[in-house]
């Protein structure tokens, strides 16, 4: 099976500007997730999906970050203006839901200068 | 909210040895506990995992225990060998609900000395 696609795999940017990440997840994957990964750390949860339904988005920094699940497949994760600690790994994950594991993305390495 | 803690940070072991990870957890209700492993520059990926209506499982050479009562959970790695190399991150979700969310730790480095 194609596992979760995402894109751009690498994102320099100068601090200020708007950036976008880009996400398709395995196919009948119900749950979708943003992860941010900073060097030496675990993944930690930004928002996650049920369809289209945003249902947990406790830890993403509204002032600037921005998500959206249309039609329950694709998503995309948008900053603007980026910071120069917004610098990270951006992880995108889907699964069934509760109690089955995630299927991570490449990710995409952001680098604000 | 859940906390996880991981020990070691990093665990260098010779090939062949055995390796073990450990991590404990606040949320008493948490019962899904997976494991990933993440290669340098590469996606996490998970290797094992262990649901809260069991003590231990194995797979291979790989093993997880999970001791509900102390809140504690440790990753085996039997036989050690250099692609074993990554670093290692456990988790932990209260799967209870709606409101669910997996919790990881701040992983473990380990490197298999050939």
């Known amino acids: 099976e194609a596992g979760v696609v995402q894109s751009p795999r690498y994102k320099i940017i100068e601090k200020k500007q708007p950036v976008a990440f880009w996400c398709n997840p395995i196919s009948g994957h119900n749950t979708l997730y943003w992860y941010r990964q900073n060097l030496g750390q675990g993944p930690e949860l930004l928002i996650r999906?049920?369809?289209?339904?945003?249902?947990?988005d406790s830890q993403l920094p509204k002032d600037r970050f921005s998500a959206e699940r249309l039609k329950g497949v694709d998503s995309t994760l948008k900053i603007q203006p980026a910071e120069l600690g917004d610098s990270a790994v951006y992880l995108c994950?889907?699964?069934?839901?509760?109690?089955?594991?995630?299927?991570f993305g490449n990710g995409t390495r952001l680098t604000v200068t | 909210g859940e906390n996880v803690e991981q020990h070691p940070s990093t665990l260098s072991v010779q090939e062949g040895d055995s390796a073990v990870i450990k991590c404990t957890y606040s949320?008493?209700?948490?019962?899904?506990f997976p494991w990933y492993k993440q290669e340098l520059g590469k996606r996490p990926q998970l290797i094992i995992d262990?649901?809260?209506?069991?003590g231990e499982k194995k797979d291979q050479r790989i093993a997880v225990t999970l001791n509900k009562t102390a809140k504690h959970f440790s990753l085996h790695i039997t036989e050690t060998q250099p692609e074993d190399s990554a670093v290692y991150f456990c988790?932990?979700?209260?799967?209870?609900?709606?409101?669910?969310?997996?919790?990881f730790g701040k992983g473990t480095l380990l490197t298999v000395n050939p």
């Open positions: 262990i649901r809260s209506n069991v």
């Open positions: 949320d008493s209700a948490s019962n899904y």
């Open positions: 999906y049920e369809n289209e339904e945003a249902v947990d």
């Open positions: 988790a932990a979700e209260n799967s209870g609900g709606s409101n669910y969310k997996l919790t």
């Open positions: 994950a889907s699964s069934f839901g509760p109690n089955s594991p995630l299927h």
